[in-house]
T-cell receptor, first 117, second 116 residues
């Protein structure tokens, strides 16, 4: 299947700093990428839909000024957690759909574990 | 109301036995798709199998098959000859309609543990 990478896989930061997470589709072009957040033992919670060349669409309750999303190319979307606080500690995972392939499947990155001290 | 329901929070199964993970869904759309993903402890989400609402045959991928019963709105995942490496969280998800940037609606997941 298609490959999606995320970087970094783990990050520990101090409260108040900003953290950037990258999501890359390695062997396909992705016009749409999705950012999810997952708390322990829970399902995925969609945060936002990232469309190449346009503004991201955020889900209700997700602060767009806190979680900045940039989808500057067909293979890269970034999520920046600004002024991170301990409650932002979570597992962040992105997914991407192949623009040229079948419409059905989203391929997921390996996720990023964020710990804010 | 829950759109995707996975009623089994956890399951223990003996190695080499077959496993059925339940998933029921709720939608008024005629066109939709159902997915199963596996999430091991490492966290990555691994795509397993897909069933479109118009597909007449049940989807199969190796040891995975999807028991699609449209009238009952169920899409159970069947794993044949379970292996220790099958221990993971399993999520059922649904796509509604054909919007180009569709979202997936997720179930709560089932934790499967395979016993040696």
């Amino acid at each position: 299947g298609a490959v999606v990478s995320q970087h970094p896989s783990r990050v520990i930061c101090k409260s108040g700093t900003s953290v950037k997470i990258e999501c890359r589709s390695l062997d396909f072009q992705a016009t749409t990428m999705f950012w999810y957040r997952q708390f322990p033992k829970q399902s995925l919670m969609l945060m936002a839909t990232s469309n190449e060349g346009s503004k991201a669409t955020y889900e209700q309750g997700v602060e767009k000024d806190k979680f900045l999303i940039n989808h500057a190319s067909l293979t890269l979307s970034t999520l920046t957690v600004t002024s991170a606080h301990p409650e932002d500690s979570s597992f962040y995972i992105c997914s991407a759909r192949d623009a040229a392939g079948a419409q059905e499947t989203q391929y997921f990155g390996p996720g990023t574990r964020l710990l804010v001290l | 109301a829950q759109k995707i329901t996975q009623t089994q929070p956890g399951m223990f199964v003996q190695e080499k036995e077959a496993v059925t993970l339940d998933c029921t869904y709720d939608t008024s759309d005629q066109s939709y798709g159902l997915f199963w993903y596996k999430q091991p402890s490492s966290g990555e989400m691994i795509f397993l199998i897909y069933q479109g609402s118009y597909d007449e045959q049940n989807a199969t991928e190796g040891r995975y098959s999807l028991n699609f019963q449209k009238a009952r709105k169920s899409a159970n995942l069947v794993i044949s000859a379970s292996q220790l490496g099958d221990s993971a969280m399993y999520f059922c998800a649904m796509r509604e309609g054909w919007a180009s940037n569709y979202q997936l609606i997720w179930g709560a997941g089932t934790k499967l543990i395979i016993k040696p």
